[in-house]
């Protein structure tokens, strides 16, 4: 059975739209891991209290589907809850409506606990997911990956860490990825299309300094629709990587 | 007589924090935008009704004075208030003050109404101004001005203009600058040292696939602060000057 439902009400900025006028994917990821923050904070199992016990929330995987990007003046209900764990992973699903009611964007997401000491996963103990009345299951979700970027069609940025990219822990910021994402893709594709769904699964921490490739390739589907696959490469080892289904707009 | 006061409280959220655990000042300045935004909807000249003039307002300079930046999980209050208008500018001060009542952040702020038809500034009517209670004094303000980049001793960063760099007004938004501006002194800079005031003049827009150089030089002070003097030239135009006045941490 899935858990506890947490919703709050959010005001889109005008500063946390993008020049197609709508949120940004990466905004809007991070004010929905905020709004599960709060609910882990009221029900007791806030990140001060995992990081007493030396532990971390990662999150390992992002599967986003978008009806629509809400633009800036509306009002939005952000719901949250997890759906299931097992010894090494949680599921956690968000979902953001408008003022209708439609849903917007539903995503489903993949967490682990990090232990920061050891630095590695940790085993979920019951006392720290029993709060959100959430159910065991030994199945574990197979959330698809990626599609592969093509090496050999893939195109090249680079892209240099910046001072704005690293947040409290001292590494880019998983939003991050996605702005580096978006912006090899470019204006005019982004501005010609309309993102459908994104799939990203992160794989290994970036620090500051660290120069970072960025490779994407495009294909185009029997649909008409287009998937742009992504990485980060930072010296080699693999960061990030991502799909995302357009659709071109105008037809 | 200075105008109306506006204000609103503010939870201070993670992913509006930087490495230094604190908010970042471009997102401050985000948020103190979006109130002043708040107060002219609720008095009836928000951005909207300005556009059917054919009119928006621009930011000439910000003048910011901190005293300490809140970190994540503090409730913040941000005061807005119009100061005096003349025909060509207006002038409005915000403020941000912690929980126990303390001033955090004083910024003041230069206006100027666009027509952008005619790509120029426009004459400030009356019925713009008057919702705010805010009287017209055709004394200007004589805000300071940024100091000045050592040209000679100065270290240049390019960057190039990203996707979500541009807002929907199709330019960089101002809030970037800043970012460049932090980027180009580095991190360690900034983990060194305490911000205490930054002065930022705007003087020309940047568009989407410029490549901009950010160039700083630091001075020290007979008090042992530091002034770091920033400007960002986009073929060699002038875009925009800052300066900034640090203080070392742990002496």
Known sequence: MS??????????????????????????LNIMLYVSGEQS??????????????????????DIHIQRLPEAGET???TTQA??????????????FDETGELCVQVHCTFALMDFAARKMARIAEDVVAPYQVEASKKLIRTPKPE????????????????LDIDANQHVNNSKYLDWF???????????????????????????????????????QEDGSIISAHQIVNHDVLSCEASMVWEPLNE
């Open 182 to 220: 978006l912006d090899s893709l470019g204006l005019d594709f982004i501005k010609t299309h309309r993102i459908k769904s994104l799939n990203v699964k992160y794989e290994k921490e970036v620090a500051y300094g660290n120069m970072v490739q960025s490779k994407v390739s495009l294909s185009t």
């Open 83 to 96: 759906l299931s764990y097992n010894k090494l992973f949680t599921y956690r699903e968000f979902k953001a």
């Open 41 to 62: 904070y009221k029900l007791g199992v806030g990140d001060a209290i995992l990081l007493e016990k030396g532990l971390s929330w990662i999150i390992l995987q992002n």
């Open 3 to 28: 858990g506890l439902i947490y919703q709050k009400e959010h005001r889109v900025k005008y500063y946390e739209c993008d020049a197609t006028k709508q949120i940004s994917i990466p905004m809007l």
């Open 148 to 163: 592969k970027v093509d090496l050999e069609k893939a195109a090249t940025i680079d892209y240099r860490v910046r001072y």
């Open 76 to 78: 939005i209900t952000i």
